[in-house]
């Protein structure tokens, strides 16, 4: 088993920025993908974005320029840096670890980005 616990949410205003951080415990060897999603009222969760153990990174299109993953093998982190963040960012925040064939997500935190 993998525990996941997310921190750094909050309410930010628009244009501002956020950073989120990860914690990995249990058992966490061999984790290979890490990433964030997240979930607006109303709609689906998303990939925001996602990265591999060697640090190849993928970003959704809406987040491309923005946002930054990144990881802590030694750690077992994964951060996400936020900046230029707008409304529509506003979403409950969480975090992914695979391993193996199965997914590990967090709790989710809460991002509000008022304007």
């Known amino acids: 088993q993998v525990q996941l616990v997310e921190s750094g949410g909050g309410v930010v205003q628009v244009g501002g920025s956020l950073r989120l951080s990860c914690a990995a415990s249990?058992?966490?060897?061999?984790?290979?993908?890490m990433g964030w999603y997240r979930q607006a009222p109303g709609k689906q969760r998303e990939l925001v974005a996602q990265i591999t153990r060697s640090s190849s990174t993928n970003y959704a299109d809406s987040v491309k320029g923005r946002f930054t993953i990144s990881r802590d093998n030694t750690k077992n982190t994964v951060a996400l840096q936020m900046s230029s963040l707008k409304p529509e960012d506003t979403a409950v925040y969480y975090c992914?670890?695979?391993?193996?064939?199965?997914?590990?997500w967090g709790q989710g935190t809460q991002v509000t980005v008022s304007s």
């Open positions: 249990g058992s966490v060897s061999s984790i290979t993908l």
């Open positions: 992914l670890a695979v391993k193996g064939f199965r997914n590990y």
